[in-house]
């Protein structure tokens, strides 16, 4: 008898499944991407135990025919493309005409739809693969899609489901980052019955951002929104303040024309255009639309399109890494001016930044708002939009795009594209969209830093100022390393421009100094040698992986290995980043050490004319609000503030 | 404990044992120094666990001991004591006190008592090596700033100690420079024993300690396996040897040169220490000092940093190729602020070579920098 039988239908259905289908949040995924490419506003979903008892996905779309609901059951049956070449330009979620007869391979799966406009619904059921019954019924336009005994019949897949509860965490996260990719469709999420999300739809992404992670959180966040000037990359998104930050990349969050993605060159950019501001080990908070036309980027890489390949890494990082320091560089600034009113608001973030994950936070949230909004489906009870109370940095700021990119016949877009982001690297802070803000907290917090009276030094480490009716506290150590790292980099580059070589300027070694590296050591070393010779290292590599060193830094030549070593341990623990041979701010950020050690230290006395000096060379600086090591040296606090705690005022 | 004794002595005895006083230490005893005294003497010691220092002086003592007493105190209190004469003497009681007695000054201070301060190591009187004091200064003088103080590599953080029966030479190396001083035997001095055949790898540290402690007479080393000990008449230091492989350090030193200046040291010293003076703290070690010069009468001194700019020429005989490289100029500095002779020559082997500093006259000294490379 013959090994090799061809599958039955079921089997390779079920076999085919498997890539598509690997929990419940892969169902509902599979299931919300059809809504959205159904025109859906509103889209609601309900699980039962964790999903594995039922799944239920209804939205308010254009809905189907009898006819074609009957196909979208067959294998690569699609209503979104019909040749290969449409992929190169497709703006919608889902494509590969797989999803609904992968869904019915491993579930029961009943679908209720009415066309737009068609006098009533229809409704299908399905078990194994195959239609077992069929009925016409009253409905709503839109389509719902009920599916139930998730894997039943498949015990090696049932098996790999965590418990109900996890699986619900995993489709509540997998509804998250649809909602926070589409801020114009609403969103609930409903699990054994509870609300746990629900977002209004309002395409803001403040409110989205409300709904998902909190007031707390949402109001620490700052809009912002670059164009390259000629409109072909667009970035718009949601950045936390400097203090905002978790010890995972949860709060990382990327779209690309309202497709959630992960791309590490995204992340790498966002996180470097921070540097300087975080603590080893912190992630900022930071959700990124990002809009291309379509044919620059390649999405049929994996069937949960959640990775994506880009047509230029390298640019994207350059592009989004200046606009997001730009933006940044705004809100440091805006964000000083603000921080005094909020300090009370400021602790009870903490407590839910650190305590809480994210979304287990939003049913409480969702249960105190009950505002209703349109638009509606009719057996949903009312959805919230933002409150009004809740800050909104640029209230005017356009409503998101639609994306609706038609390839210009002959237009070569891609080069074009490469022209700009390569000519918008020079000026990165130029955004217009972001200079206001700027100069204008700028402008109105330094001169009265000058303007304030010294009163006296907390623990010989705060000096204290007064101006008007608020107080400053200013740390000196940092604000010393602050100065004295903003001198070296001018320094540098000013002996770059006359070409003396400055700090990078090399000190050989008389006679090889061996060094002993161990694994990790000699790994970071490898994969970063271009690093080490920028800065000045150079290297002989002997047999049996001896390294020896044959030059340094002439800034290094008191500890030559110890320097080298803690550079090693530095990246050790680093990300990896591209460029890293020509980035000129990584080498100097591993000079600000050298930085540290030259400064006044906490606990030195300084004299009044000290402080005078230290303060005026401290507003003079280009970012004079954090350390080198994204340290504050400025906290402001008010005359309000202190009467409220007195409770001298209410 | 009961003794009396010259004030001068002991204030020599103090500072010197005070040189090997624990700065930050967990053994509250060793910030102290050690007062023994029996048998007509009184021996002080400062002891850090990695260097000892024990210098014994003549006494009237009535009544034996040991006690410990703060090191910087006690200096300070014999350096301002009114008489020629000092008594110290415990009084017995619930605290442990120590009367001082000078003059009309009478001090009670406390102390602990001596019986738990560590013993210094026991150097056996083997490997003997004998140098003259004021030799063995000038060798450590001309080399130990080369030393590297960085402790995780031993072998250049210490100086090479190495004899022949005509001359002495002591070599230091810190990865970038070394520095070599030699000094030959008297041969005519009838009284001159050849010297033995040593090599000694001394940390550096000890020997800036020892640099300030000798004088005149000479000076007896021995070796055992982890120390070495240095006998100098009524003091004596007791210091680890480096346990390191000395770099081999002959191939380092260039020969065949292609150009050679000849310069005045001390205006060479002086034009050095007038483009420093443009440093600033941050620029210690990264703004380069530049040589360059014109014709063979003229040597340009150029410096350059955030500061300001100095240009200076200097007289000079050069032979050979035209000199333009540029150096670290404490390398530079440091070397000329060693050298005795009126005269010194600077060997180059082009702008990247190694450059050799040394006097005209002799081979008392020899000093080795690579130029600075951008």
Not at chain 2, 237 to 249: D, G, I, K, P, W
Request: glycine content about 6%; overall charge negative.
């Amino acid at each position: 008898m013959s090994r090799i039988q061809k599958l039955d239908q079921l089997t390779a259905s079920r076999i085919a499944a498997g890539e598509v289908v690997e929990r419940p949040a892969s169902v509902i995924r599979e299931l919300c991407d059809n809504a959205l490419d159904a025109g859906a506003t509103v889209i609601r979903v309900a699980l039962e135990q964790g999903g594995i008892r039922s799944i239920r996905v209804q939205d308010d779309g254009r809905g189907m025919d009898a006819a074609d609901a009957r196909l979208a059951f067959e294998p690569h049956a699609t209503s979104k493309i019909t040749q290969i070449e449409d992929l190169d330009s497709l703006a919608t979620m889902g494509f590969r005409g797989e999803a609904l007869p992968a869904i019915a391979a491993v579930a029961r799966v009943t679908l209720q739809t009415r066309e737009q406009g068609a006098a009533g619904g229809f409704e299908l059921r399905l078990t194994g693969g195959e239609i077992v019954a069929e009925r016409e019924l009253g409905m709503p336009e839109g389509t719902t899609v009920l599916v139930e005994d998730l894997f039943h019949e498949m015990p090696a897949r049932f098996k790999f489901l965590r418990s109900d509860r996890a699986e619900s965490q995993r489709a509540l996260d997998a509804v998250t980052r649809l909602a926070l990719a589409r801020p114009d469709v609403s969103f609930r999420f409903d699990a054994d019955g509870k609300t746990q999300l629900h977002t209004p739809g309002d395409n803001r992404l403040e409110s989205v951002a409300y709904a998902v992670y909190g007031d707390a959180v949402a109001k620490r966040l700052q809009y912002f929104r670059y164009d390259d000037p000629d409109g072909i990359v667009q970035i718009e998104g949601l950045l936390g303040e400097p203090g905002l930050t978790r010890r995972s990349r949860s709060w990382e969050t990327f779209v690309i024309n309202r497709r959630p993605v992960q791309v590490p060159a995204l992340l790498r950019a966002v996180e470097d255009a921070w540097q300087g501001r975080l603590m080893r080990g912190e992630f900022p908070f930071a959700l990124l639309h990002l809009t291309l036309p379509p044919e620059l980027i390649d999405v049929n890489v994996h069937p949960q399109k959640l990775e994506l390949r880009f047509w230029n890494d390298s640019q994207v990082y350059r592009t989004v890494r200046s606009a997001v320091g730009g933006a940044l560089e705004a809100m440091t600034y805006a964000g000083l001016e603000r921080a005094a009113a909020e300090t009370d608001a400021a602790e009870s973030d903490t407590t839910a930044a650190a305590g809480t994950p994210p979304l287990s936070g939003s049913p409480r949230m969702a249960a105190e708002h009950g505002t209703p909004a349109p638009p509606e489906l009719p057996d949903l009870p009312g959805t919230r939009s933002m409150p009004a109370g809740v800050r909104s940095a640029d209230s005017e700021h356009a409503p998101l795009p639609q994306p609706s990119y038609a390839p210009a016949p002959g237009r070569p877009v891609q080069l074009r594209l490469h022209d700009v982001v390569a000519a918008d690297e020079g000026a990165p802070a130029d955004s217009p969209a972001t200079e206001p803000p700027t100069l204008q907290a700028r402008d109105r917090l330094l001169p009265r830093l000058l303007e304030a009276r010294f009163r006296g030094v907390l623990f010989d480490t705060y000096l204290i100022l007064e101006e008007g009716d608020d107080f400053f506290l200013v740390d000196q150590h940092a604000a010393h390393e602050k100065i004295l790292y903003e001198q070296l980099l001018a320094a540098a580059a000013e002996e770059a421009e006359e070409g003396r070589g400055g700090i990078w300027i090399r000190q050989p070694c008389l006679a090889p100094l061996p060094l002993s590296l161990t694994a990790a050591r000699r790994a970071v070393l490898d994969a970063r040698l271009d690093l080490f010779e920028a800065l000045g290292y150079a290297f002989a590599f002997g047999p049996d992986n001896e390294v020896s060193l044959s030059a340094v830094p002439a800034a290094a030549v008191a500890e030559p290995v110890a320097s080298l070593l803690e550079l090693l341990d530095d990246l050790e623990e680093e990300q990896p980043a591209p460029d890293t041979g020509t980035r000129h701010e990584e080498r100097l950020l591993n000079f600000a050490t050298h930085a540290c050690k030259a400064a006044i230290k906490a606990h030195d006395h300084l004299h009044e004319q000290e402080v005078a000096a230290l303060l005026e060379q401290l507003v003079s600086l280009a970012e004079p609000f954090q350390c080198p090591h994204g340290r504050p040296i400025l906290i402001r606090g008010s005359l309000a503030e202190l009467e409220r705690r007195f409770r001298r005022s209410v | 404990m009961k003794f009396m004794t010259d004030t001068g002595d002991l204030l020599e005895a103090v500072l010197h044992a005070q040189k090997a006083v624990a700065v930050r230490t967990s053994m509250p005893l060793l910030e102290g120094i050690l007062l023994e005294a029996s048998g007509g003497q009184v021996r002080l010691v400062g002891y850090d666990m990695e260097i000892g220092i024990q210098s014994v002086i003549p006494a009237d003592v009535s009544e034996s001991g040991a006690i410990v007493i703060d090191a910087r105190m006690l200096a300070d209190i014999t350096r301002k004591l009114p008489d020629p004469l000092v008594r110290f003497e415990t009084v017995s009681g619930d605290r442990e006190i120590v009367q001082i007695r000078s003059g009309r000054a009478f001090f009670s201070v406390n102390y602990r008592a001596g019986d738990n301060y560590p013993v210094l190591p026991e150097v056996a009187r083997e490997n003997r090596l004998v140098l003259p004091q004021r030799e063995l200064q000038s060798l450590i003088a001309r080399t130990v700033f080369a030393c590297s103080t960085d402790d995780s590599r031993p072998a250049l953080s210490g100086c090479l100690l190495e004899s022949t029966p005509d001359q002495a030479e002591m070599v230091a190396i810190d990865g970038f420079r070394l520095a070599l001083a030699r000094h030959h035997r008297d041969t005519g001095d009838e009284d001159s024993e050849p010297y033995a055949v040593r090599s000694f790898l001394i940390p550096g540290k000890a020997l800036r300690e020892l640099q300030q402690i000798l004088g005149d007479g000479d000076a007896e080393m021995y070796t055992s396996e982890n120390h070495i000990l240095f006998e100098l008449g009524s003091s004596r230091l007791v210091s680890r040897l480096t346990q390191a492989e000395f770099l081999n350090y002959q191939g380092i030193i260039p020969t065949n040169e292609l150009s050679l200046i000849t310069v005045n040291t001390d205006a060479l010293r002086s034009t050095i220490e007038r483009s420093m003076l443009l440093l600033s703290a941050s620029d210690q070690t990264r703004s380069p000092v530049r040589f360059r010069t014109h014709g063979e009468d003229t040597l340009e001194v150029y410096m350059v940093t955030s500061r300001g700019t100095l240009d200076e020429q200097v007289k000079i005989q050069l032979q050979g190729e035209d000199i333009d490289c540029t150096f670290n100029p404490r390398y530079i500095i440091e070397a000329l602020r060693v050298v005795p002779d009126e005269r010194v020559e600077m060997a180059f082997k082009g702008g990247v070579g190694p450059c050799v500093l040394r006097p005209v006259e002799g081979d008392a000294f020899a000093y080795v920098i690579l130029p600075l490379r951008t």
